[in-house]
């Protein structure tokens, strides 16, 4: 069932990383004054770029760090967001926390990178951009997008009833 979203807020959700750049979802969310909830592990490896780059950015009110989230949580989370922000740069292999957010009807912004024009349907599960300012002027447009059709073209997609027919058919998933 896809609800409209009474959070208010956009969605970060991965790891706090140098490559999947919290600090550009952050900026993004600022730009346009929009609270931005974070949802993220921190891995051992990061512990630095997290408190020396991230940290100082978190001292707004319009910016949380709710840390990791279990499954349930990231339900109700995703599926109260206006939008999933993803805007890594590195070559994204896949982007499950997209996927997830498809599932719950919520559209995703996300940078051009390795698998994300795979993953994303342009003006109907999201916008792909290229840079800070197109992503700040599409946001409007991908929070606009009509949710029961994000969640359609995820089940069309990605669904696991789709995706194990295609494995057992051998066909491939739609583009």
């Given amino acids: 069932m896809i609800v409209q979203p009474r959070g208010g807020?956009?969605?970060?959700?991965?790891?706090i990383s140098p490559e999947k750049r919290p600090d550009r979802a952050i900026a993004i969310a600022r730009a346009l004054g929009i609270p931005l909830r974070i949802a993220a592990k921190i891995?051992?490896?990061d512990d630095a770029y997290s408190r020396e780059q991230i940290e100082p950015l978190?001292?707004?009110t319009s910016v949380s760090y709710i840390g990791e989230i279990d499954e349930h949580t990231k339900s109700e989370f995703l599926g109260q967001a206006l939008a999933l922000l993803f805007p890594g740069d590195w070559p994204e292999p896949f982007g499950l926390s997209m996927i997830e957010a498809m599932a719950c009807g919520t559209p995703v912004l996300a940078f051009r990178h390795g698998s994300i024009p795979e993953?994303?349907?342009?003006?109907?599960t999201g916008a792909i951009v290229n840079t800070f300012e197109e992503a700040v002027?599409?946001?409007?447009?991908?929070?606009?997008l009509d949710r029961k059709k994000v969640r359609r073209r995820f089940e069309e997609r990605f669904s696991a009833v789709r995706m194990a027919r295609a494995y057992v058919t051998g066909l491939s998933l739609p583009a």
Wanted: hydrophobic share 50%.
């Fill in 9 to 15: 807020y956009l969605a970060f959700l991965g790891r």
């Fill in 43 to 45: 891995d051992r490896k």
């Fill in 58 to 60: 978190l001292h707004d």
């Fill in 119 to 124: 993953v994303v349907d342009e003006g109907v």
């Fill in 137 to 144: 002027a599409a946001l409007p447009r991908v929070i606009a």
